[in-house]
């Protein structure tokens, strides 16, 4: 295991930039309590990089809640409008036949399809509205530039201190990492542009 | 594991559980000596190492299959449906219930990764993947009759709410209306659920392939384009949880919804022994049933064949077993209640028809659907069967049979004798419904063995999470009150949307 | 352009007739117009408009359309000068049809008919309203014979041997025959031709007679009527013609005759045995019909009681019924009641003698016994002795004289024939095709090979061509000049809709040449006819005109007479009554679609199902279940039929009804030269037809191995007890007017939505049960007018089949060998709330404001669910391409192009299609009408179905407007609606069929 002290040599610091501190931990425990720990010390744009999502963390992290049930609402609804009025101008207004001797804008036999639409809909609020939230796809994220990273889609935690966050400082947060133990840290940094 | 590492709400399913579909949520599903690494390994295995043999014959043979397919098609736009069995009165024959039981098989995917995820079970994180992977894979098998079966294929676009030179558009009273959009709707919402389930194993994979050798180039470039760039954080995590549920939430009511639109097909129309309210709950159980049966006899095979007997215990099969028998029971509840009906409406019509099915000269049909689906079930009552390896391999094929011969009786047997006896006829199939048919079998395949090959079979992300020590011992919450609630984990409880 | 040289007038003999119907016009075209109105709101054009195109001009316009619809120049107008039925060419406006009037011959009727023509194609057949053989009906060949016209295999040269030779070639040749028998004054010279009904033939034979006094004239079709020729000739000592009446009759008996099918006359018979049992309320009364026959026949099926006998047995009945009124009810039968004192009741069920005598006597001069052409002359003797001492005659029956007295026996006739070839030198057949239908023990073939010359003229290049040294096309009906003498003595002209397709000559043109008539073309020889026919006044040419407009000679029928009939003559010919045959007989029956074989290569009547079998595509060996029970052979399995040394082998089939140990076998199949469509088509069976038992003869019957794959379009015979062809007794209608109604009652339910009115025009039929007798003429009507496709046997098997009307025949009653027929036409029932409407995805099927189910073919896709979901299941799908390619993927030749009609889609594979109540004639009405500037009234528009009806079972019109037929129709107490409780609510309705039985039969 590297020391804790030891920054990234590789590093040429006049041509790059800092671009955040990096933690890595074994278990979700140090990550939750070293996250609980940045909150406390009033960072805000620090993140958490877990497997999986763990449990707690969001507490731990201080996140508000998500607006996405929100997007999905407005879409779903979206959709339902959409569906009801697509039939009822193309069968009852537009070009209206009489169908089996039933009014052509009858509305019992466009359920069915309303509420597809209405289910698509939302379900295209969710997905795209996952993404617009996370701004994903983004693949040139500077933490890719951290060799050990790969594992936090393994079986390691992550915690990252962004450099734009007000209260960093580099040796005050580094100091207030190394107090979490962790099982190693790292500045990252990418090209200044 | 000990009790000291459950979530208040893991305490509440264990102790004050009433409903035991509660207690499916074991514990336990995975060896506890199982470490997230060792499970990495596990799951990435088949899409790393080298190829199979078993994997390549299999591959060949199917594509052999997704040939005759190709070859069947061809004749049938060539020449025109004729080349088919159907007639008059039998206009609906295989490629209608082809269709309805491939839809019947997607199912059981979408009700494992949603219903159960709904209902909390955590030993369906195991076959989710896989199951979803088969319901789309399947829904595409469907989604080939509806778009062949017609006369003039070049013109379905004319189903489709387009202007077009005879300014006139699609009849929105027609059951087949909601059908394009019921399937068209089902296949994409399982597509998405499956794919957001999927980025962040993707994105293991990505990080797994290292190396400079060009294949390695080529995985790492594929695997992190799809991934988009996952990078497990949390405050993605928070809205991925969320979207995650409202996926599960929505493709619940629908899967429903889509089985019951397929079975207006039939309710909605005139004839006799289609004429039914009971159709749609009964199809949509029908479905369950057959799509269960489809993922256990896949998920026996995929098993031994890559070595997970880890990740997909004894336990799994079980309860798969254990709902195979339950919809079974309930698919033979519906068939006795049809006759009951038929007998009670007075309706003489109906009466014949469900006469005609039991003894009629299609009563082989019958009788092998009631064996495969209602008889030969009955077998899982006794635990030793349920935990069987070739018994419930054996019935699930069984019950796959029987499910077909299921539609194949309500649709021909519904057709060949309805009201006027002078225009009664017989149906019987020509070897081009057999080619498309077996030819649907090679083209899934084909795709599914493409899927194990190069995709995580199980949902890595999803699994490590219900490993012991995978969450915080004490909780972090502080004065933030308002957020235990939201602090959700998609392998345990979700929560409602906010309503405080 | 080369077309246009076949239409130089060059060709067309300068005659200064040719323009007088320019002059005619323009004295006084408002005339012309007028005519032509009331009959044809069809013909759009008015004579303004229409005037202002020259004959040159349409002439232009119909070859260029020729050119343009690729029909190679077949498309010619005949170069003599023809007055159509409406309109005159010249004011024809392409892409409007025109009707002219012409007539067939049917079995020595002459059947008036009105011909559409497209363009100069004719494509539709109708009957003559005026005429009094055909008014305003066809039967099912008539409607058939317009795919005849464009068979492709039609011959379309002379040939010597196998060589092609030319028109030219056959005048030297008929040149040089007159020359060699001038010389032996003909002793050489036989001529065999079909009977005729031709004032022109009869004048032309004489004068042939006259300028070759030793040649021999023959006649013969294998489908005559020489029994009823002589049976009169003993009666009365003439041949006349006996004309029932049964409209009039209360008791019809029906002896082995199948007066509504296959006999002579049968349309007028049809007609007025309907009109005898119409029943509108419940003081109406109706006719009762016994059927004492040897098959089960279409009008045994329309039976109030039917007695199946052996062919043997049936002369033993007439005996023993002709006893009991001699002795039971003192029946004055002069000497003829000692000759029956040998009569015996042996193996006959005494009800139907003591019955059948007491009803016959309760209705003394308005009863009717009729004698099928099957039983020999004695029988129908006997049968005018009956009728006679009945009072029938002058009543219930009158006679006429017949057109050619001087025919003989044919079976003789074609015996000697056969014996004259020897030491002939020239034998001319014309038309006919006695090589194959002749009585197999003559062996025609052989002996035409021995004859040194020897012609056929035919339209195809048969059996008959190919046994005689040379083979002449000869013209179809449709492209010939003609005349016929209907059965009451009318005379009827037949002009041609088209000049021949392949050429050809006609049995008057090839005598003309024999008689040496400078102008022999058929026009002119008619023409030269009509002069001296009766009712042709002075002023020859308007007479001409008239003629040629209505078809026929008004008033040139001869007054109806009684007959004197001699008792003794009856008497003596009846002679000893001969032993029953026990064991097995075989019963020659004329079939309903090939009659006598010539129609075999038309795949219209191949695909027709059978009136009572609904077997399509084959011809079989007709058993009753119990014979066939005896046998142990089932539906289709072989048999072989043996009558002494000669044998054919032929897949039975169970008919119930049939009578026991009674082969019914169908003439005209299995033709080998008929064509692509009939070669090989089902079994021969002339070769077991001798000359000296023509009609049925002692057989023996074995199973053989192996069974053979028979089509049909309806295999299940039960209604299954459900409300279907619904049909009562008198006594249940008496009782209860409304019975149908009852038993298929429509459900009071709310409606779930504010229902459509039509106002304006409401289309609708109606179908009277009561009145259909099952002839299947609706279906080829609907077939040649809607361009419905043939499909094959295979795919009939298929059950693919594209008939828009369809015929149901179910058999009700308990004992499978007498059973009750119901026969139930079927086309869209135009469902006012349309299960099919509702779950088209595409709309391709949706409601007209006057209450139509439309389809719009080329939005159809082809989901096949509203063929589900039609309880009627009258839709019909196209699963190939019928029409471009066919079963056996040979091309559909051009020629069947011709027959289309212009005015309706020819619909492609993967379409759905169904019958719209013809609403391409709606249309026509309505431009028509909208032209004439006044509104739709009743009877402007007819659908094809009903037009055709022999007995006008069906009913179209206008239901908004109470006057209209179709209104009354629905008012009639037997009224119905099928599957009423389905709620679909038809627009098409039935009215239930009620049966006459005598309650002693039954006692």
Not at chain 2, 102 to 124: D, E, M, N, V, Y
Request: aromatic share 10%; proline share 6%.
């Amino acid at each position: 295991m590297t020391s804790p002290t030891k920054t990234n040599t590789t590093v040429e610091s006049d041509e790059r930039v800092a671009s955040l501190l990096l933690a890595e931990y074994e278990t979700p425990d140090g990550c939750a309590d070293a996250a609980a720990k940045l909150r406390d010390a009033g960072y805000t744009k620090f993140d958490a990089h877990t497997p999986y999502p763990v449990h707690g963390m969001d507490a731990a992290m201080g996140m508000r809640d998500t607006p996405i049930g929100w997007i999905v609402l407005a879409m779903g609804m979206t959709g339902c409008l959409a569906g009801f009025l697509m039939m009822f101008w193309m069968n009852g207004i537009d070009y209206p036949l009489v169908i089996g001797g039933k009014p052509p804008d009858a509305i019992p036999s466009m359920v069915p399809v309303m509420f597809e639409m209405t289910i698509l809909l939302s379900a295209f609020g969710a997905v795209f509205g996952l993404f617009g939230l996370c701004q994903l796809p983004r693949h040139h994220h500077p933490i890719f530039n951290s060799d050990r990273f790969a594992r936090a889609t393994d079986d390691h935690f992550f915690i990252s201190v962004d450099a734009s966050d007000p209260k960093f400082d580099l040796k005050k947060t580094r100091l207030l990492l190394e107090g979490t133990t962790p099982a190693h840290l790292e500045l990252v940094e990418e090209y200044a542009s | 594991m000990s009790e000291a590492h459950f979530t208040p709400v893991e305490e509440e399913l264990a102790h004050g559980a009433e409903s035991p579909i509660e207690y499916l949520g074991e514990r336990n599903l995975l060896p506890p000596t199982m470490t997230m690494r060792q499970l990495t390994e596990t799951v990435c295995a088949p899409t790393e190492l080298k190829t199979p043999k078993a994997w390549w014959i299999g591959f060949g043979i199917a594509l052999m299959g997704a040939g005759i397919l190709g070859a069947s098609v061809s004749w049938l736009l060539f020449k025109g449906v004729g080349v088919w069995g159907n007639n008059s009165p039998v206009s609906w024959a295989w490629d209608i219930t082809n269709f309805v039981w491939w839809i019947g098989i997607g199912h059981a995917g979408t009700l494992i990764s949603a219903i159960l995820f709904l209902f909390r079970q955590k030993w369906r994180t195991s076959i989710n993947r896989f199951a979803e992977a088969m319901t789309i894979f399947a829904v595409m098998c469907a989604g080939i009759y509806p778009g062949l079966h017609t006369g003039r294929p070049w013109f379905d676009y004319y189903m489709f709410p387009v202007p077009n030179s005879m300014v006139l558009w699609p009849q929105f009273k027609s059951p087949l209306m909601w059908d394009i959009f019921a399937v068209s709707t089902y296949f994409t919402v399982s597509a998405l659920f499956w794919y957001v389930g999927l980025i962040p194993d993707l994105a293991t994979l990505r990080d797994r392939s290292t190396g400079d050798t060009l294949p390695r180039k080529v995985r790492r470039f594929a695997y992190g384009f799809f991934s988009l760039g996952w990078r497990g954080s949390n405050r993605h995590w928070q809205h991925y949880e969320r979207a995650y549920m409202i996926l599960a939430g929505l493709s619940t009511p629908l899967v429903l919804s889509v089985h019951s639109i397929v079975s207006f097909d039939f309710a909605t129309s005139v004839e006799p022994g289609w004429h039914t309210t009971i159709f749609p709950p009964y199809f949509v159980a029908g479905a369950v049933f057959s799509g269960f049966a489809m993922v256990l006899t896949l998920m026996l095979v995929c098993r031994s064949v890559f070595d997970m007997k880890d990740v997909v215990t004894m336990k799994h099969l079980e309860l798969m077993n254990k709902i195979m028998l339950t919809t079974g029971s309930l698919v033979g509840y519906a068939y006795a209640m049809e006759f009951f009906v038929a007998y009670y409406s007075g309706n003489q019509y109906e009466r014949y028809v469900f006469l005609n099915r039991a003894i009629g000269p299609y009563a082989w049909a019958y009788w092998s659907m009631i064996a495969c689906n209602v008889i030969f079930p009955q077998v899982f009552w006794w635990k030793r069967m349920r935990t069987s390896i070739p018994v419930m391999f054996v019935i699930s094929i069984l019950i796959n049979i029987g499910m077909w011969f299921e539609r194949f009786v309500i649709i021909v047997t519904t057709l060949h004798r309805d009201y006027l006896p002078a225009v009664w006829g017989m149906y019987s199939p020509t070897i081009w419904d057999m080619g498309v048919y077996i030819g649907t079998f090679g083209f899934f395949f084909t795709c599914f063995l493409l899927f194990l090959r190069w995709l995580p079979m199980i949902a890595l992300a999803e699994v490590k999470a219900t490993l012991p020590n995978a969450h915080p011992r004490k909780s972090h919450a502080a004065d933030h009150a308002d957020d235990h609630g939201h602090d959700t984990n998609l392998a345990e409880e979700p929560t409602a949307l906010p309503a405080e | 352009m080369s077309k246009r040289e076949k239409y130089s007038f060059a060709a067309a003999p300068a005659t200064a007739k040719k323009f007088w119907k320019s002059l005619e016009a323009k004295e006084n075209p408002a005339a012309f117009a007028k005519a032509a109105e009331p009959e044809f709101p069809m013909g759009v054009g008015t004579v303004e408009d229409a005037a202002s195109v020259s004959r040159r001009g349409f002439l232009t316009v119909a070859t260029a359309t020729a050119a343009a619809i690729g029909l190679e120049g077949c498309v010619r107008r005949p170069v003599e000068q023809i007055l159509p039925y409406a309109q005159a060419p010249e004011y024809l406006n392409p892409g409007v049809p025109m009707h002219y009037a012409t007539s067939v011959e049917r079995r020595g009727e002459a059947l008036g008919l009105l011909v559409t023509t497209h363009e100069g194609r004719p494509t539709k057949i109708e009957g003559n309203p005026e005429h009094p053989a055909s008014l305003g009906s066809t039967d099912l060949l008539a409607q058939a014979m317009v795919l005849d016209l464009y068979d492709p295999d039609r011959s379309n040269a002379p040939k010597q041997g196998e060589a092609k030779k030319t028109f030219a070639d056959v005048d030297a040749l008929m040149a040089s025959i007159v020359r060699t028998h001038s010389a032996d004054a003909g002793a050489g010279l036989r001529i065999l031709a079909t009977p005729s009904i031709s004032p022109s033939f009869l004048r032309l034979r004489a004068a042939v007679q006259q300028r070759f006094p030793q040649a021999k004239f023959y006649t013969w079709t294998p489908v005559n009527e020489s029994n009823a020729r002589e049976g009169a000739r003993l009666a009365f000592g003439e041949p006349v013609v006996a004309h029932h009446d049964y409209q009039g009759a209360k008791i019809i008996l029906s002896i082995d005759s199948d007066f509504l099918q296959t006999e002579s006359g049968s349309i007028r018979s049809a007609r007025r045995f309907a009109d005898g049992r119409r029943l509108s309320q419940a003081t109406d009364s109706m006719s009762r019909l016994y059927v004492v026959e040897s098959t089960h026949s279409t009008t045994g099926a329309n039976a109030d009681h039917r007695l199946a006998l052996a062919p043997s047995k049936i002369t033993a009945y007439l005996r023993a019924l002709a006893k009991e009124l001699a002795t039971a009810h003192r029946i004055e039968l002069g000497p003829l009641g000692a000759a029956l004192q040998g009569a015996s009741n042996a193996g006959l069920p005494t009800k139907w003698i003591s019955n059948v005598a007491k009803e016959l006597v309760g209705a003394r001069g308005r009863s009717v016994i009729v004698a099928g052409s099957r039983q020999p002359a004695a029988v129908h003797a006997l049968v005018h002795a009956l009728n006679a001492a009945l009072g029938n005659h002058g009543a219930t029956i009158v006679f006429s004289s017949v057109a050619d007295t001087t025919e003989t026996d044919q079976t003789a006739s074609i015996t000697a024939f056969a014996a004259g070839l020897e030491g002939a030198k020239t034998a001319i057949i014309l038309g006919g095709n006695p090589v194959f239908d002749a009585p197999a023990d003559l062996d025609l073939a052989t002996k035409l090979a021995r004859v040194e010359t020897s012609l056929h003229f035919s339209g195809t290049h048969d059996e008959t061509c190919h046994a005689t040294k040379w083979h002449v096309p000869r013209a179809h009906e449709l492209e010939s000049w003609g005349d016929l003498r209907a059965l009451d003595g009318t005379v009827t002209i037949q002009q041609p809709l088209i000049a021949p397709l392949f050429g050809g000559r006609t049995d008057l043109e090839v005598l003309a040449q024999l008689a040496g008539e400078r102008n022999w073309r058929g026009y002119y020889v008619v023409r030269q006819t009509l002069r001296g026919a009766a009712g042709v006044q002075n002023g020859f040419e308007s007479e001409w005109r008239r003629v040629l407009h209505r078809g026929f000679v008004a008033g040139s029928a001869e007054p109806p007479r009684p007959g004197v009939i001699d008792m003794s003559r009856v008497a003596t010919a009846l002679g000893r009554s001969e032993p029953a045959v026990d064991g097995f007989e075989a019963v020659f029956l004329a079939c309903a679609k090939m009659l006598d074989g010539r129609h075999a290569n038309n795949a219209w009547l191949l695909e027709l199902p059978d009136p009572l079998t609904r077997i399509t595509w084959d011809n079989v060996a007709l058993l009753s279940p119990k014979t066939a029970s005896e046998l142990g052979v089932r539906n289709g399995d072989m048999i072989r039929v043996t009558r002494d040394g000669t044998s054919i082998e032929l897949p039975a089939w169970k008919l119930p009804g049939q009578p026991d140990k009674a082969v019914g076998l169908l003439m005209g199949w299995g033709r080998k030269h008929a064509g692509r469509y009939g070669n090989d088509v089902g079994f021969d069976v002339y070769p077991l037809r001798r000359s000296d038992a023509l009609h049925s003869a002692a057989v023996q019957v074995a199973k053989l191995a192996g069974s053979y794959p028979i089509s049909q379009t309806q295999d299940h015979d039960s209604m299954e007890g459900r409300p279907i062809a619904i049909d009562g007794t008198l006594e249940e209608f008496k009782a209860d007017p409304t019975f149908a109604i009852h038993r298929s009652p429509t459900p009071r339910t709310l409606p779930l939505w504010r229902e459509v009115e039509y106002r304006g025009h409401k289309w609708g039929l109606v179908i009277d049960l009561g009145a259909c007798t099952g002839c299947n003429t609706c279906v080829i009507a609907c077939q040649s007018e809607n361009n419905i496709p043939t499909v094959g046997k295979a795919m009939v098997a298929k059950g693919r089949e594209m008939h828009w009307i369809r015929i149901d025949r179910y058999f009700v009653g308990e004992d499978a060998n007498e059973p009750e027929v119901a026969f139930q036409p079927l086309a869209c029932q135009q469902c006012e709330e349309a299960p099919c409407e509702n779950v088209c995805p595409v709309e391709a099927t949706a409601h007209s404001p006057e209450g139509l189910n439309d389809m719009a073919y080329n939005r159809c896709i082809g989901t096949r669910y509203c063929a589900n979901n039609c309880p009627y299941k009258a839709r019909r799908f196209n699963y190939f391409n019928w029409h471009t390619k066919n079963e056996a993927d040979e091309e559909v030749p051009p020629t069947r192009q011709m027959q289309f009609n212009p005015n309706v889609t020819v619909r492609m594979r993967g379409v759905m299609e169904k019958c719209t109540y013809c609403v391409q004639r709606i249309e026509t009405a309505r431009t028509a009408t909208k032209i004439a500037g006044r509104p739709m009234r009743d009877g402007d528009i007819n659908v094809a179905c009903a037009q055709a009806c022999p007995s006008n079972a069906i009913t179209f019109g206008d239901l908004n407007d109470a006057a209209s037929r179709v209104s009354r129709q629905n008012q009639v107490s037997r009224h119905y609606k099928l599957l009423a409780d389905i709620g679909a609510q038809p627009r098409t309705t039935f009215l239930a069929k009620v049966r006459n039985p005598n309650p002693e039969m039954s006692a």
